[in-house]
């Protein structure tokens, strides 16, 4: 796995973030609009665009996962961590998809035919912006969570990289002091080779005079057996 899919990843998973913060801001002006009204319903059309939006790029993160994770191209504990963030994207769609589909605040306030900006007849028990908000803080804590996360994985990739690079120096530094063994043990064969080729010399040389005073030893001795041969 390459640092560039690690930035990939990052990225696609900020523009969900992106897209989900951006559908909760308009979720939050449509509530301060009339019902109907040529504005609430522009916030609607927008809402509801971002929304697809918004689960299209979760279902092509995890079917780039499912991909990564057929090919077995990715370790275990990123697989891990990406499947959290996925499920942390899925959580925040059903979220925001929910609250955009119902309008829980409105339906209560024509429910009891009043204002929704009046609140006097809403039971004490029920506060839907404040179920909002609550919401929007574990939103926002599940992605702090996730960055933190993100971020010890990349100083994990960051001390693995620092390995291999010290690794890849020690290696070459090997392979330069194999370099100079074979260097050195070239010139010895030279010189050896140097060496065979006088001594072979000097050796033919030897033979050429062993050969020469047999010769004349042979024809000494054939002179000595032809005088003796005379004598008698």
């Known amino acids: 796995m390459s640092l560039l899919d690690v930035d990939s990843w990052s990225r696609e998973c900020e523009s969900c973030a992106t897209l989900n913060q951006g559908i909760l801001l308009k979720l939050e002006q449509r509530?301060?609009?009339q019902?109907?009204?040529?504005?609430?319903?522009r916030l609607t059309t927008a809402i509801q665009t971002e929304l697809k939006q918004f689960e299209g790029e979760v279902k092509e993160l995890n079917q780039k996962l499912g991909l990564l994770e057929g090919a077995r191209s990715i370790d275990r504990d990123e697989l891990f961590r990406r499947r959290q963030q996925i499920d942390a994207l899925k959580n925040q769609f059903a979220l925001v998809n929910r609250r955009a589909t119902q309008d829980t605040r409105w339906e209560r306030a024509e429910l009891f035919a009043q204002s929704p900006n009046d609140s006097t007849n809403e039971p004490a028990t029920s506060s839907p912006i404040t179920d909002d908000i609550n919401d929007v803080n574990t939103l926002k804590q599940r992605q702090i969570d996730i960055l933190e996360r993100q971020n010890r994985g990349l100083e994990v990739l960051s001390q693995t990289i620092s390995r291999q690079r010290n690794l890849a120096s020690q290696?070459?530094?090997e392979v330069e002091n194999q370099n100079d063994i074979l260097d050195n043990l070239a010139d010895t064969m030279e010189r050896?080779?140097?060496r065979v080729h006088v001594e072979t010399g000097n050796?033919?040389?030897i033979n050429?005079?062993?050969s020469t005073w047999g010769y004349w030893l042979i024809i000494i001795l054939l002179f000595i057996a032809i005088v003796i041969t005379a004598l008698i």
Not at 35 to 41: D, R
């Open 208 to 210: 050429r005079k062993d």
């Open 171 to 173: 290696l070459g530094q």
């Open 192 to 194: 050896v080779d140097a």
């Open 203 to 205: 050796i033919g040389e």
């Open 31 to 33: 509530e301060k609009r």
């Open 35 to 41: 019902k109907n009204s040529v504005e609430y319903n």
